[in-house]
């Protein structure tokens, strides 16, 4: 398995202690033996992978395309990429002042990353969709402005719309 932008690898530690054969790639990833400091661009690997995990990691690379070809050719046959992100561009002004984010501020904040459209139509031209499902993703967001629980409440009371997504596809 090929985790996409580990950070600081907790999700790949986790998938090793579950048994998996995991390899991290980051930039700024940790020392070790699972992870390659490098971006997915960069990375000089003949392994194939079973599967690859991006998670909140896809909206800052800056060659997207590149990297998503990268990452079709690390893949496996059949092999699957699951994407865990987000849609900065989807925030609604009034979501935004009903969970406390100043929405400009969030706008200039993000204006720099790719869009939720970019991400899943580049993923879309070179995967076989099998799922996908907008989620909750404020409570996940550093400013710590809405629980889980209470960002789902309001989903599900139709108050805010989610901006998460989660994208599954096949090779």
Request: proline share 5%; net charge negative; aromatic share 8%.
């Given at each position: 398995m090929?985790e ?7 999700l ?5 202690e ?8 980051d930039?700024d ?5 699972m ?6 661009e ?7 992978f079973?599967a ?15 990297a998503?070809?990268?990452?079709a ?5 059949e ?9 900065w561009?989807?925030?609604h ?5 009903r969970?406390?984010i ?5 706008r ?6 790719h ?6 139509t ?7 969709r ?11 967001e550093?400013?710590r402005?809405?629980s889980?629980?209470?960002?789902r ?10 901006i998460?997504?989660r ?5």
């Amino acid at each position: 398995m090929l985790e996409v932008g580990c950070g600081s690898g907790e999700l790949a530690q986790a998938l090793a202690e579950a048994d998996y054969a995991v390899l991290g790639v980051d930039p700024d990833a940790p020392h070790g033996p699972m992870f390659r400091r490098t971006t997915i661009e960069e990375l000089d690997q003949a392994e194939v992978f079973d599967a690859v995990v991006a998670s909140r990691s896809l909206h800052h690379i800056s060659e997207l395309p590149l990297a998503l070809d990268k990452i079709a050719a690390l893949l496996r046959p059949e092999g699957a990429v699951v994407v865990d992100d987000f849609g900065w561009e989807l925030l609604h002004p009034h979501t935004a002042a009903r969970v406390g984010i100043a929405f400009d501020e969030w706008r200039r904040e993000h204006a720099h990353l790719h869009t939720s459209h970019a991400m899943v139509t580049e993923l879309d031209r070179r995967f076989g969709r099998r799922s996908f499902s907008w989620e909750p993703y404020l409570h996940r967001e550093a400013r710590r402005i809405v629980s889980e629980t209470r960002e789902r409440e309001l989903i599900e009371a139709g108050e805010i719309r989610p901006i998460g997504f989660r994208y599954v596809g096949a090779r």
